[in-house]
């Protein structure tokens, strides 16, 4: 298992530089085999893990795997990663997402693709990366390497408004990242002085976290860099012009990962590190998540754009996911992390649609469409079923966290769970809206026909992607069982073997 670790971040980023290499003709094939073999890898690793815990195997408070080696001695840095329940929840998230995207991109990209699947995948190994790193020099090495690839993605492949929206991207995702960067090297400096030894150690600088005198102006700077990612109102702005002026592939994985690395480090580095100062915060933070539930949701009604649409949704359901971090609860907990799942897929089997579309028709514009269901009746059929998962159907992943939040908010504030449950009745609002506009009515004039059948890799990732759905609706305590995040606060794996 402890190499496992270290293939998830290689493996994606060889496959890339191989993608470079090849060329046009096999980019899209190099990126799709590293992509399937880290989902294979995922499998073993889950089987070791699954094998290990009915065996009756040890581990540190809910660390199931560990990988460490020195990197520079001197400042204490190491490449150390470790995965617990949520990481591996994430990095399987990040394997089912990131396949379509190399699968699906073939058609879409023909200048430089290998350039193009290089950066796609470095940023895929980048999230590996983030999901895994418990050195927080290298978790900030990682979260840099996800978002500079990505920019070049957005600047050289994107639509129209690409340089605007990659350059509100850049500062936006730098700038907090300079705030996080602040905030970690804080923390070292102070626990440098507490005990005398430089270290970036996630689990030694918990300790410091606990009791250090500037405990909360540390964790602002880890809240605000984490805030901006998932995003949150007020620091929203950049998401919808990013989404919109994305190439497919670099879309479904913003939504539908990218956004999730913001949930994950407010678990895992706000939270968990700094318990005390985040339960301070967490009145701001859940009306903040409240405020963008019902905001986001509002925008979204009004957009004629079908990829600012999901943009405006994807925020406000984020929202979901901050009142569920912030509860104290830990039923909201668990709906948080089933939310990022869900939303992760439903939203990324969004933009596939409106990817397609887009292809399709030639435009973005809902009222330049309508009347597509004679025409595209399976693909239209899933365009429904992920509508219905968008705006909380039973039965249906998106369902299950949303619940789950409102029951762990209902147990800290009855106000924010009546104003965040009205904000599910606007998703029904946008949600069957796009669907009247886009697949029911008359058939507008100016769209271009023939339609022709979605292609068979498309039908087969949105007939996965409602499978997972389906299965996290019906039968979710899996996932809810295996994704409780451990404590820092307690022995590593490697301390406990050391000792």
Request: proline content about 5%; overall charge neutral.
């Amino acid at each position: 298992m402890m190499l496992a670790l270290p293939a998830l971040v290689l493996i994606p980023f060889i496959g890339g530089l191989a993608a470079w290499l090849v060329g046009l003709r096999g980019a899209s094939r190099a990126a799709s085999v590293s992509s399937l073999i880290t989902l294979v890898l995922m499998v073993i690793l889950l089987a070791q893990v699954t094998l290990s815990a009915l065996s009756g195997g040890a581990s540190a408070g809910g660390w199931l795997g560990h990988f460490s080696m020195a990197w520079v001695p001197m400042l204490g840095i190491n490449v150390r990663l470790d995965i617990d329940g949520l990481s591996l929840v994430m990095l399987w998230l990040n394997a089912l997402i990131s396949l379509p995207c190399a699968l699906l991109s073939a058609r879409n990209v023909a200048d430089r693709a290998g350039l193009f699947h290089f950066l796609l995948l470095a940023t895929v190994a980048g999230i590996n990366g983030v999901f895994m790193a418990t050195d927080l020099f290298l978790f900030f090495f990682f979260w840099e390497l996800m978002l500079l690839p990505l920019f070049g993605v957005i600047l050289i492949w994107g639509d129209a408004g690409r340089q605007r929206a990659a350059l509100k991207f850049f500062l936006f995702t730098q700038g907090s990242g300079l705030l996080m960067l602040l905030a970690i090297l804080g923390l070292v400096i102070v626990n440098a002085q507490r005990t005398g030894v430089i270290t970036f150690d996630y689990f030694a600088l918990s300790q410091t976290a606990l009791i250090a005198p500037i405990a909360p102006v540390l964790m602002l700077g880890f809240f605000i860099a984490f805030a901006v990612k998932l995003p949150m109102v007020p620091f929203h702005s950049w998401l919808p012009d990013t989404y919109a002026a994305s190439p497919a592939a670099a879309s479904i994985l913003l939504s539908g990962v990218l956004a999730k690395t913001g949930g994950y480090g407010l678990i895992r580095f706000v939270v968990m590190l700094f318990p005390g100062p985040a339960a301070h915060l967490a009145p701001i933070a859940m009306t903040l998540g409240v405020v963008g539930i019902l905001y986001c949701a509002w925008l979204a009604v009004a957009q004629d754009d079908i990829k600012r649409l999901i943009a405006y949704s994807s925020i406000s359901h984020l929202g979901f996911i901050l009142l569920g971090v912030f509860s104290g609860t830990r039923i909201g907990m668990e709906g948080a992390i089933a939310q990022m799942v869900a939303h992760g897929l439903s939203t990324g089997a969004l933009f596939v649609i409106a990817g397609l579309l887009e292809d399709r028709l030639g435009t973005r514009d809902m009222s330049r469409m309508g009347g597509l269901w004679p025409a595209m009746p399976q693909f239209s059929a899933f365009a429904m079923f992920f509508a219905a998962a968008s705006l909380g159907l039973p039965g249906l992943g998106n369902f299950v966290g949303e619940y789950l939040v409102l029951m762990g908010t209902w147990q800290v504030s009855h106000t924010m769970t009546f104003f965040a449950a009205a904000g599910l009745v606007l998703s029904s609002v946008y949600s069957l809206t796009m669907m009247l506009r886009v697949f029911y009515g008359p058939k507008k004039t100016d769209a271009v026909a023939p339609l022709g059948a979605p292609s068979v890799p498309h039908l087969a990732v949105l007939g996965v992607a409602a499978l997972l759905l389906l299965a996290l609706g019906v039968y979710p305590q899996p996932v809810l069982n295996l994704s409780a995040p451990a404590s820092p606060h307690v022995v590593s794996i490697a301390q406990e073997q050391a000792q």
